[in-house]
């Protein structure tokens, strides 16, 4: 009885215990992750689209787990009408018709117009995509520290003679916030890494940093210390 007791002990003990929640978290905690994202989206464009049941009598006593999957599902349909008919029997009059009223309303042409850019950017292929962000390590001030971001935009701004990159720089772990930064060319250098890959660092917190991410960064690194040291 007592080596049973002493080897429940040392089971749930203090380092066991905490490799083994360690352990676990680094199991699930991506599908867990993946989950929380997914039931957001479900929850915020299934209830969206849920408003359009309020239409219907004796609705109310729906769950509402329910009217968010109902919706969910009309959502979906809708979008691919709406996709459909603008390929098949209306071509891109139906886009042209929604941009051309949109953009005669204020501040929601800002939204719409900016919501426009960021789903087309997602739709296009991976090869067209690569070409128009272009990964870049950049830094601040003098001291550092080092950031790893998107340039947004392939053709800088010109300010007094100086060539300024608009880039955006995601959050760690959840990419789809972060930080927009107006970079002068001096503390910037663009990095042989890909959208994909960029994004999995940022994501794991340079978990998912791999021999051939490792040397792209290092030679990032060497070029951009070289062009401050020049300045300097």
Same mark, same amino acid.
């Given at each position: 009885? /007592? ?20 352990? /676990? ?49 009309? /959502? ?107 970079? &002068? &060319? ?6 042989? $890494?890909?959208?994909? &890959? ?18 792209? $960064? ?6 951009? $210390? ?7």
């Amino acid at each position: 009885m /007592g080596f049973k007791i002493q080897k429940f002990k040392e089971l749930f003990n203090k380092e066991n215990f905490k490799r083994d929640f360690l352990t /676990g978290l680094i199991a699930l905690g991506p599908l867990i992750l993946t989950l929380y994202i997914l039931f957001t989206f479900i929850s915020l464009f299934g209830n969206f689209f849920a408003n359009l049941l309020l239409l219907i009598p004796g609705v109310e006593t729906i769950p509402p787990i329910v009217k968010t999957i109902i919706g969910f599902l009309i /959502g979906l349909v809708l979008v691919f009408l709406a996709g459909l008919s603008a390929r098949v029997f209306i071509g891109f009059q139906l886009e042209s018709f929604i941009n051309n009223l949109v953009s005669r309303i204020p501040l929601v042409n800002t939204i719409y117009n900016a919501v426009r850019d960021l789903l087309g950017f997602f739709s296009m292929s991976k090869e067209k995509r690569l070409q128009q962000s272009r990964t870049a390590l950049f830094k601040l001030n003098d001291g550092g520290p080092y950031f790893l971001g998107f340039v947004t935009r392939e053709e800088p701004l010109e300010i007094q003679g100086r060539k300024i990159y608009t880039v955006f720089m995601p959050t760690t772990p959840n990419p789809t916030t972060g930080f927009y930064f107006l970079v &002068e &060319e001096s503390r910037l250098v663009f990095v042989d $890494l890909d959208l994909t &890959e960029a994004f999995k660092i940022i994501m794991t917190a340079g978990l998912s940093l791999d021999i051939k991410g490792g040397e792209s $960064l290092n030679n990032g690194f060497a070029e951009l $210390l070289k062009k401050t040291d020049q300045q300097n």
